[in-house]
Structures are given as C-alpha cells and as structure tokens.
C-alpha cells in the first residue's frame, strides 16, 4: 500500500476507539514508519509552557524499530488547551536523507499523532479533575459514581459505609511539618486503599475527612487500623508517627433504600460527628435517633436568626466568690436560649453554633447585653463586679476582633476593667499567634483575660508562658474530688499548679466547686477564688441583682440561695 492508504487506515483507527492503549497505537504505526523509514518516534507531553520551562513533561515513544538512529526531525506543537507537545522523529543511522516528499508525509503523521496525544490528555485530565482532587486522592463524585453504579448492579447488603476524620492531624502538622504530614496522610490512605483491594474504595471528602464503603468482613480490620495505625514519615532515618481517627459507621441493613448516596453520607455523617464530639468511644455506630437528633439540630439553626434579632437567647449570671471572706466578687455571664415558653440547654444549640460563625453573633450579643446590664446597675448605684464573657476561638480569623469587642463595650459606657474576656486554649500555631495578639490589646486597653478550662488544651504551659493573662481558670477536671487524698494525682497537680500561677502572678479561680470539702482543698492550697453549684447555679440577671445588693455569702449556710 502507499503511503495515502496507509495514512486513511491510520486515521480509521484512531476514530474507531474513544481511547487507544499506547501498544496499539505502536503497532498502528507501524506500517507507516517502515515505509517511511523512520526508526523512531519521541513524544513529550508538558500540560502548558511553564511546565515546558521547568522539563515537566511526561515522555513516551511512539514507536522504535529498535535499530541505531539520529534525530532528524523536531516539531513543537501548541495544542488549543495550551499544553505543549515536543515530537522527535529519527532516521536510521547510515540512511540516506529524506527526501523533501516524505519530509511532508512525516510531519502529517507527526501531527496526526498529536491530535492523538492532546485528545487522550484531555480525556485523562476530564477523569482527573472529576474523580480526583488536587492532591490525588478519590474524591466525593467518585464515591457518588461509586454508590450509583452499585445501586445499578446490586445491592449495598454486605458492605458497611464508614467516615472517619484523623484526630488532631494540625498537632501531627506542628510534631512533623506539613510536608511529612501531607506524606503521613497519603501513606494512611494508600495503607487502607490496599486493605480493602478490590472490596471497596476510600475517597476524601476534604481536609482530614474520608469516606469508605467496603464489605462488612473488612470492618474489624479497617477499625483496628483507625484505631492507632504507626506510619512511617522519614525513610530514612524509619522514623513513625501513631495516626488515629474517630469515625462514624453505618453498616447497611438488608431492607436498605437507596435513592442517592446522601442516602448513606447522611447516616455516616450524623455517627461521625457524634464520634467527634467525644465520648466512651472513638467509634460510633449509627442508629434512628441520630437522624431525629439531626433534624433537631436543623430545626434549632433555622431559628436562630430570629432568635437572634427577637432577643431570646438569655443572659445568666453565675457568681465568683472569696471563699476567704464570702465576698461576692464576680460572675460569669452565661446563655440561656428561652423559646416559646422553654429553656433549651446550652449543650443543644452551643456545640451546633460553634460549627459555624453563628456563635461569633451570639457572642458579641452576649457580650452587648452584660454591657447593657453593668450600665443598668452602674446607674442605680449598685455595687457592680467584674463580669467575664465567653468568646469561641472561632473569633481568632476576625482580624478586628479587639475593635469589635472594644467598640460594644464603649457603646454602653462601661469602664473597661468591669468586663473580663474568656478565651480558651489554641492548638495551632497560627491561633497562638492570634490568640496572642488579641490577649495584648485587650492588656493595653484595661480589659480583663482569662484562660478557660485550663489544662484541657495541648500546650498549655507555653500558653501562660508566651500570653498575659489576668486570670487562671483552672478546669473542674483537675479539682480534687472528696474521696482523693493530698498524695492523689489529682491532689499534686492542682497543688502546683496553683502554686505556679500565683508564683507567675496570676488570679487562679477553680470552677465547678461542688462540696464543702473541695472548698477546703481550695482553702487548703491558698486558692481563694471559687465558682461552682455550692456557692450558686448560673442566675437570672433580677436573682443575681438581688446577689449584688447582698454582696456577701455565708459559707456556713446555704440561705444565700434562697
């Protein structure tokens, strides 16, 4: 055949398939290289210029007689997407030159060829955008495809869904680095991708967080590695990391209806957040009532703008004590949310808004109406305490946050040093940073700060070493209980850190007081600031008005209750 006939077959070829194998398109090839004695074909794919500028590319040959050749021929080709291609054609060594009509027939196949390369890389880069994510992992349209192909061509009987989330991977981050952190993760994923092989499949959801569904007798094993898995970050030195998840788990019932993969995303979703939120266990099956809690949670955050603006959301006030001396000498401002004649618990909606900025709202609401309140009771003459108001570390991404809080205090003339700003512990080095930096200006403009739950956080001892406080908050988890005696733990360690606060200089007040014998520890340990249900639950702000006009408690009783 000559040389028209064999390109004609060439092109049938190539526009017979969707999508060629690189051997195939070898031996289609073939013929035309022999008759125009070409010996070799290079090709180098780069996804765009800069790519071509770095030597990025991705080489293949084309074909290869496997004879002794020279490059004869170069052409760069810029496809409409930009990407560059670089094709070589080589000549037997020894052949006589190319005449000037087989040089046009080779720049024909040469362009041929890469229409073929630039349509296959637009194929692998549509699969590549839709099914994976920038850093390589599965991602959710995957599992969705996933789902929806399964639902097609079976059923889910069998196989259990699982999302899991690794736990504290920003310390993993800070011990490590980000790079052999990212190394971590994806040997992490890479050990489970192969524990399930062809029963399953693993996709990211983002962040940390990733999906699986695989069949049910892979479940004790996909758990054990959540549960602590040692993963090796440096090659060569063997050093390892322990990576763990919680994870929530749906194992799918034999009536099971599947209309989409939220169907089985939602079910996992609701148990994993349940893990999240700590408990007995990192694991957590799901079951009924979570979908009830859910759609409780739903109902709560559709309410809450209106609550918001219709003034629902409470302020309560729990007082501070001098134990030395019962003296009333502050409270903290707590939220209630009273809707249609009920309480709702703070347990319900707080942990729900600090899912979003919604609970910066409630802040700054709260932190406005104990404003409205100190001037209210200025005006009146009372005897007015320092007041402490909570802010969530959501609050350390606004830049302003010292203007804001600042502002709202000015807005109701208060002397700054009433109010007293309680933040709690950071995990990250950029919300030390922050943390830090808002400390200081609330320091410079005379208002109050204190470290919330003390001793819950992960770098705790740096956080009173770097940050000025006023206050030392000391968590109820580190407070002696009435049956530990002064060689308990818990003994020791509240004993120094005690010590060391006040050695630092700093006002240490122990919260969640309960018995009479644990304000004797506090006596005891020369911790004379208490908080707790012994001296007084959090009251409305008229009971509490009434605990300022009495300004003082009798230890002995409990008619300072009444």
């Not at 703008?305 to 030395?324: H, M, N, R, T, W």
């Not at 108001?389 to 040093?417: A, F, G, K, T």
């Amino acid at each position: 055949m000559d040389f028209n006939q064999l390109f004609e077959q060439l092109i049938k070829g190539l526009n017979s398939r969707p999508t060629i194998d690189h051997d195939e398109l070898k031996r289609m090839l073939e013929p035309l290289c022999a008759q125009l004695r070409i010996a070799k074909i290079s090709t180098k794919t780069y996804p765009n210029a800069k790519y071509e500028a770095l030597e990025r590319g991705e080489e293949l040959i084309s074909y290869d007689n496997g004879k002794p050749c020279v490059e004869a021929i170069s052409q760069r080709i810029v496809t409409d997407l930009m990407a560059v291609i670089k094709c070589r054609v080589y000549i037997e060594e020894g052949s006589e030159p190319w005449t000037p009509e087989e040089k046009d027939h080779i720049r024909t196949v040469i362009e041929t060829v890469s229409v073929y390369f630039s349509r296959s890389r637009i194929q692998e880069a549509a699969m590549r955008y839709a099914f994976y994510d920038d850093d390589g992992y599965h991602n959710l349209r995957y599992f969705v495809r996933h789902t929806e192909r399964t639902a097609q061509t079976g059923s889910f009987v069998g196989q259990t869904a699982v999302l899991f989330n690794m736990k504290h991977f920003s310390i993993v981050n800070q011990q490590i680095g980000r790079r052999e952190g990212s190394l971590v993760m994806l040997s992490f994923y890479k050990s489970l991708e192969n524990l399930l092989g062809d029963n399953g499949i693993i996709c990211r959801m983002g962040g940390d967080n990733f999906i699986m569904l695989f069949k049910n007798e892979l479940l004790e094993e996909v758990l054990r590695m959540l549960s602590g898995t040692a993963v090796v970050y440096d090659m060569e030195t063997e050093e390892r990391i322990m990576v763990s998840a919680t994870a929530g788990i749906f194992v799918i019932p034999e009536d099971f209806s599947f209309r989409d993969a939220g169907d089985i995303i939602d079910k996992v979703m609701s148990s994993s957040h349940a893990a999240k939120l700590g408990g007995k266990s990192d694991f957590v099956f799901y079951n009924d009532e979570m979908i009830a809690a859910k759609n409780k949670a739903n109902l709560l955050q559709r309410l809450f703008p209106e609550a918001l603006s219709g003034e629902e959301f409470l302020v309560y006030y729990q007082p501070k004590i001098d134990i030395s001396s019962g003296e009333l000498i502050g409270a903290e401002a707590l939220c209630r949310w009273m809707h249609d004649g009920k309480l709702i618990s703070p347990a319900e909606f707080i942990p729900l808004l600090e899912q979003s900025m919604d609970i910066c709202k409630l802040d700054f609401y709260m932190l406005a109406h104990v404003c409205r309140d100190i001037r209210g009771w200025l005006d009146s003459g009372k005897k007015v305490v320092r007041i402490s108001v909570n802010l969530s570390r959501r609050h350390m991404m606004d830049v302003d946050l010292l203007q804001h809080i600042i502002e709202i205090i000015d807005r109701y003339q208060v002397p700054h040093h009433f109010l007293e700003i309680e933040l709690t512990e950071t995990t990250t080095d950029v919300e030390f940073r922050d943390l830090k930096r808002v400390v200081s200006g609330l320091q410079q403009a005379g208002i109050s700060t204190s470290v919330d739950d003390f001793g819950m956080g992960y770098s705790s001892l740096n956080l009173i070493k770097e940050i000025p406080w006023n206050v030392l908050k000391i968590d109820r988890s580190f407070l002696p209980i009435d049956q530990d005696d002064e060689t308990s733990t818990r003994s020791v360690m509240f004993k120094y850190v005690i010590a060391m606060a006040k050695e630092m200089g700093l006002e240490c007040i122990a919260e969640g007081v309960e018995t009479e014998a644990q304000v004797n520890i506090l006596k005891d340990n020369a911790c004379s600031l208490a908080q707790g249900f012994f001296f007084d639950k959090p009251l409305p702000k008229e009971i509490f008005e009434k605990r300022l006009d009495k300004h003082c408690y009798d230890l002995l009783t409990d008619t300072n209750k009444t």
